[in-house]
């Protein structure tokens, strides 16, 4: 069973530019989630999404931050514009449901310059 | 305390075992969880307990709860290079925590280094 892809893997931009990333959860599972890994610190949740719903987005930055999962399978998460604080890895994890264990993507290391 | 916390480093000699500690936060939370992160690489998913259980099994690892202390343990038995990586615990808050009701919480990770 192949596991929760993202892409790209790396991306280098300078500021001020957009960035996406795209997540493509586990077959079946109806819970997807993005997290922010910032250097030497656990995961932060940013969304996550029920189907196509966004049930939590208390820790988006919606200034800048957006994300979408239009037909409840592939996610997409964008910034726009980006900063150099936002130089991290973005993870993407999926659940069978919410609750049930989470599983991972190997993440997209963004470096903002 | 509102913060999950670990050790950050942890050093063990290859064939000895190695024993992660972790404090959690929130006496309710319902399932704890052990994940391992390799260099460049997402989060493995490694065991899980659920709160009504003190210990459990699993191949070379063992996984201790003490819900009275809030904490939890993994033990490697014995470890081989091939365990060097990031070590990390969360829990699964059942209570409403600023929002976080229900969300996975985890703490900054233990560097696990495996010497041969």
Known sequence: ?113 | GEDVEQSLFLSVREGDSSVINCTYTDSSSTYLYWYKQEPGAGLQLLTYIFSNMDMKQDQRLTVLLNKKDKHLSLRIADTQTGDSAIYFCAERRARNYGGSQGNLIFGKGTKLSVKP
């Not at chain 1, 893997?9 to 109806?30: D, L, M």
């Not at chain 1, 969304?47 to 994300?67: G, M």
């Open chain 1, 1 to 113: 069973e192949a596991g929760v892809v993202q892409s790209p893997r790396y991306k280098i931009i300078e500021k001020k530019q957009p960035v996406a990333f795209w997540c493509n959860p586990i077959s079946g599972h109806n819970t997807l989630y993005w997290y922010l890994q910032n250097l030497g610190q656990g995961p932060e949740l940013l969304i996550r999404y029920e189907n196509e719903e966004a049930v939590d987005d208390s820790q988006l930055p919606k200034d800048r931050f957006s994300a979408e999962r239009l037909k409840g399978v592939d996610s997409t998460l964008k910034i726009q514009p980006a900063e150099l604080g936002d130089s991290a890895v973005y993870l993407c994890a999926s659940s069978y449901r919410d609750k049930d264990t989470q599983y991972f993507g190997p993440g997209t290391r963004l470096t903002v310059l």
